[in-house]
């Protein structure tokens, strides 16, 4: 599904290139792309995930009270 921006009339093209950058980001598409660009044993795939839930589950422990 390919992204679409429209340019509205007198809007500079700086402020289009951040709408559509916000947009990719919302979308996760920018994080996607930089997950896929090398392979990933699944071995990290899980260690990783881990990681990530070992520190989310600290962060709630911390900030629970």
Excluded: G, H, W
């Amino acid at each position: 599904m390919p992204i679409e921006i429209k340019i509205r009339k007198n809007e500079p093209v700086d402020r289009a290139i951040r709408r559509m950058k916000k947009k990719l980001e919302r979308e996760n598409i920018i994080k996607d792309v930089r997950a896929k660009r090398y392979y990933e044993k699944p071995c990290e795939k899980r260690r990783r995930k881990n990681k990530v839930s070992a520190f989310t589950a600290m962060l709630r422990a911390r900030y629970a009270q």
